[in-house]
């Protein structure tokens, strides 16, 4: 074997009760890779795509028997420590292999989902790349247009002439100030509209200011009303205040026919920083809510599997009819 080698730990979206070790070249491309980066590997015979969770081990196994990575994934996001944290939790809490609960956390990848969704966000930023290079090129030579015409205007003479290099001299510059800096990347402008909160009554108000104050004191709330009393409008006002700060929200419902009816409403005051996170959705589409909660200050409405979405700047939990029998997971494994 190679004395360069480099080994690492793996966690596979598979029920094991050990995490397999790979080996890994520090010369090639990507270096050795830091916890939480995505790897390929092989496994009895099989691709995955898993998780590095230590790096730089020393082997307990004979070296003959370790397999080299296939490839760092750069494409897809890493995942966080306080992510693997969450999962070492829910591993050990419910008794089931951590390899288990990524499977649960990132469902998407049983269909290479976010791996594609991955490609296609790197397709799109190099589009942005050489449209971004067009650009700069398209605008230095409009400035160097200006500064040819404006030479010229000033060097005139006769009026005529004159008149006639100034328009030219205001056309060139016209185009070039309505060119833009640069072409954005999808997302990086969020603009977010809003639109405005539901008037509260006097009991909902009184009702607000009251979990504000529990919230003060770090305390969770449990909210009890009938159906149709107006405890929604009180979750969307908490909600409001929490992404006006910047934080994200988590809103859960128990099961995915409440979603469409609560989305419509939830989109009606918060636009396109509402995600929506059921198993109902497609693989691409629970990869773009993943994104957007990456990117932060946004309120997801999901089911029971939204808890593993890795929030960075959560402000608030809202567990609707948290009674609900939904809420628990029964099969498969983390019965969480």
Same mark, same amino acid.
Request: glycine share 6%.
């Given at each position: 074997?190679?004395?360069?080698?480099?080994?690492?730990?793996?966690?596979?979206?598979?029920?094991?009760?050990?995490?397999?070790?790979?080996?890994?070249?520090?010369?090639?491309?990507?270096?050795?890779?830091?916890?939480?980066?995505?790897?390929?590997?092989?496994?009895?015979?099989?691709?995955?795509?898993?998780?590095?969770?230590?790096?730089?081990?020393?082997?307990?196994?004979?070296?003959?028997?370790?397999?080299?990575?296939?490839?760092?994934?750069?494409?897809?996001?890493?995942?966080?420590?306080?992510?693997?944290?969450?999962?070492?939790?829910?591993?050990?809490?419910?008794?089931?292999?951590?390899?288990?609960?990524?499977?649960?956390?990132?469902?998407? &990848?049983?269909?290479?989902?976010?791996?594609?969704?991955?490609?296609?966000?790197?397709?799109?930023?190099?589009?942005?790349?050489?449209?971004?290079?067009?650009?700069?090129?398209?605008?230095?030579?409009?400035?160097?247009?200006?500064?040819?015409?404006?030479?010229?205007?000033?060097?005139?003479?006769?009026?005529?002439?004159?008149?006639?290099?100034?328009?030219?001299?205001?056309?060139?510059?016209?185009?070039?100030?309505?060119?833009?800096?640069?072409?954005?990347?999808?997302?990086?402008?969020?603009?977010?509209?809003?639109?405005?909160?539901?008037?509260?009554?006097?009991?909902?108000?009184?009702?607000?200011?009251?979990?504000?104050?529990?919230?003060?004191?770090?305390?969770?709330? &449990?909210?009890?009303?009938?159906?149709?009393?107006?405890?929604?409008?009180?979750?969307?006002?908490?909600?409001?205040?929490?992404?006006?700060?910047?934080?994200?929200?988590?809103?859960?419902?128990?099961?995915?026919?409440?979603?469409?009816?609560?989305?419509?409403?939830?989109?009606?005051?918060?636009?396109?920083? &509402?995600?929506?996170?059921?198993?109902?959705?497609?693989?691409?589409?629970?990869?773009?809510?993943?994104?957007?909660?990456?990117?932060?200050?946004?309120?997801?409405?999901?089911?029971?599997?939204?808890?593993?979405?890795?929030?960075?700047?959560?402000?608030?939990?809202?567990?609707?009819?948290?009674?609900?029998?939904?809420?628990?997971?029964?099969?498969?494994?983390?019965?969480?």
């Amino acid at each position: 074997m190679d004395g360069n080698l480099k080994y690492l730990k793996v966690i596979l979206p598979l029920k094991l009760d050990w995490e397999p070790c790979y080996s890994v070249l520090p010369g090639t491309e990507g270096g050795v890779p830091s916890v939480g980066t995505r790897v390929s590997v092989r496994f009895a015979g099989r691709q995955y795509v898993g998780v590095v969770s230590e790096s730089d081990v020393t082997p307990d196994i004979e070296l003959t028997k370790i397999q080299r990575i296939i490839r760092v994934e750069d494409g897809i996001s890493p995942v966080t420590e306080v992510e693997m944290r969450l999962w070492r939790f829910v591993s050990d809490y419910y008794l089931c292999p951590v390899g288990e609960v990524y499977k649960a956390a990132y469902p998407s &990848l049983k269909d290479g989902g976010e791996m594609i969704r991955s490609r296609e966000r790197l397709r799109a930023e190099e589009r942005r790349r050489r449209m971004n290079a067009a650009l700069a090129a398209k605008r230095e030579r409009l400035e160097a247009a200006v500064e040819r015409r404006r030479a010229m205007y000033e060097k005139a003479v006769r009026p005529e002439t004159r008149e006639k290099y100034l328009e030219a001299l205001t056309k060139a510059e016209n185009e070039l100030n309505a060119l833009p800096l640069e072409i954005a990347a999808q997302d990086d402008s969020r603009s977010y509209t809003r639109l405005p909160l539901p008037s509260l009554s006097l009991a909902q108000q009184t009702c607000l200011e009251q979990i504000r104050g529990f919230f003060s004191k770090k305390s969770p709330v &449990l909210l009890d009303g009938v159906t149709g009393s107006g405890k929604t409008e009180v979750y969307i006002s908490l909600a409001a205040n929490v992404l006006d700060s910047g934080g994200s929200v988590l809103y859960m419902i128990p099961e995915i026919a409440v979603s469409k009816q609560l989305g419509n409403r939830l989109k009606e005051v918060f636009g396109n920083q &509402l995600a929506l996170f059921h198993s109902g959705m497609s693989a691409s589409a629970r990869s773009l809510a993943v994104e957007k909660v990456r990117m932060g200050n946004c309120i997801v409405l999901g089911t029971r599997s939204s808890v593993f979405l890795p929030f960075m700047d959560l402000g608030l939990v809202i567990v609707d009819e948290e009674h609900d029998n939904s809420y628990k997971q029964e099969t498969p494994a983390p019965r969480y």
